[in-house]
Structures are given as C-alpha cells and as structure tokens.
C-alpha cells in the first residue's frame, strides 16, 4: 500500500523564523510529488517535483526531492503570520490511471 | 476563468441517509478526483472519473458512488450514512495527458458533511 509520511505533525515559530517540513514515501510506481496549502478548505497548490536534485522556488518557499531516498522537504524562510496553515504533501501514483496519496499533514503556527 | 466548484456547501444528514455531492470542474478538465478529508487528516483517495467511468479506486466500501456527466461535472454519492463518513469532501479536476508523467489537480473548495 502506498504511503506518504510528513513530519512533524505540527509546529509553530516566531515570524523570521526559517522551517523545514519532511515528507518521505513508499510507493509503488512514482510519477510527480506534490505540495499544498491547505488553510480553510480548498489545498493550493505549491509545488510538483519530478526530478531529483532540482529545487523549485517561489517567493520565500522551495522544496526539492530525493527520489533515491524517498523524500522531500519544504523549506519557507522569513516566515510570515500568513504562512500559519495545514501544509500538505502528496505522491502521484497512478501509473496508468491517476491518484494523489497524502499525508497528515503539517501543521504550522507562526507567531507575531 | 471559473475554477473547480462544489455543492452544497456544507449539510447535516441522519444516520441511514442518502446524500450526493456535486463537483463542476475547472475550465477545459477533463477528469475529476473525489477526496475524503477527516478531521486532522490528508485526504484520502475514493475516485477518479475520466469519459464518464471510474477509471481508479480507493479504499472505499460500495457504499460510496460517482458519476460522470458528459459536461465532466461528476456526482458522489453515499448511501447508508455513517457517523465516520463526516468529512470533508474535496473534488479535484486535472486535464489528462496520457503522454505526460505528471500532472496538476486543482481543488475545489469541498462539502463539509456531518451525519448526526
């Protein structure tokens, strides 16, 4: 069975604080991994990576992934009060068909 | 450009009751993903539609339906409502692209369910 582990569970810093989230896999025909926000309802997207070693930036987040050790990290520098939210990461599975397996779930706090 | 949308918002069903779920998706997608999100949990996989089929499933009893319209809005269906199917229920609509190893599902806001 497919699996996505984040951690940790929650966390919560002071703004200007940098944090990492983890996010380490089993599965059983990778295609993409994926980042979201989740802060009320709907997650939005962040990121996708596909390729080892190439880290993808936007504003003050960026991740990257390992596909030889199986795991991804979320980086967000300069954190801000908006950045307070469920972060989520998910594997793309689906060989032929198509599915996203989640984990938990990050959930951070940032503190003025 | 309208992005995914859901109906209702939310709803309070009975246990034993019957409820369906809509989902119209994103401009241009045609594919759409069905999700289960308990509380303090990532979403879970029900189903995919693509052509009007079922093309992929989790780990969710028959209970649990879809349907897809030739417009590709889709419909989840649940019947015999249990307290532990209170969730939220997210629909995810991409574009398939059988040639590309990857692609992006975009969220629509979901249907909070609480069976009581």
């Known amino acids: 069975e497919d699996k996505v582990v984040q951690s940790p569970l929650s966390l919560v810093v002071h703004e200007g604080d940098t944090v990492t989230l983890n996010c380490s896999y089993e599965?059983?025909?990778?295609?993409?991994l994926l980042w979201y926000k989740q802060e009320k309802k709907a997650p939005t997207f962040l990121f996708m990576l596909?390729?080892?070693?190439i880290e993808k930036k936007s504003g003050r987040l960026s991740s990257i992934l390992d596909k030889k050790e199986l795991f991804s990290i979320l980086n967000i520098t300069a954190t801000q009060t908006g950045d307070s939210a469920i972060y989520l990461c998910?594997?793309?599975?689906?060989?032929?068909?198509?599915?996203?397996?989640f984990g938990k779930g990050t959930l951070l706090t940032v503190n003025p | 450009d309208a992005g995914v949308t859901q109906s209702p918002t939310h709803l309070i069903k009975t246990r034993g009751q019957q409820v369906t779920l809509r989902c119209s998706p994103k401009?241009?997608?045609?594919?759409v993903s069905w999700y289960q999100q308990a509380l303090g949990q990532g979403p879970q996989f029900i189903f995919q539609?693509?052509?009007?089929?079922?093309?992929q499933r989790g780990n969710f009893p028959d209970r649990f339906s879809g349907h897809q319209f030739p417009n590709y809005s889709s419909e989840l269906n649940v019947n015999a409502l249990l307290l532990g199917d209170s969730a939220l229920y997210l629909c995810?609509?991409?574009?398939?692209?059988?040639?590309?190893?990857?692609?992006?599902?975009?969220f629509g806001p979901g249907t909070r369910l609480t069976v009581t």
């Open positions: 995810a609509s991409s574009l398939r692209r059988l040639a590309d190893p990857s692609y992006e599902q975009y």
């Open positions: 599965v059983t025909n990778f295609r993409s």
């Open positions: 596909t390729s080892s070693g």
């Open positions: 998910a594997v793309n599975s689906g060989g032929s068909n198509y599915k996203l397996t």
């Open positions: 401009s241009g997608h045609d594919t």
């Open positions: 539609y693509y052509e009007e089929e079922e093309r």
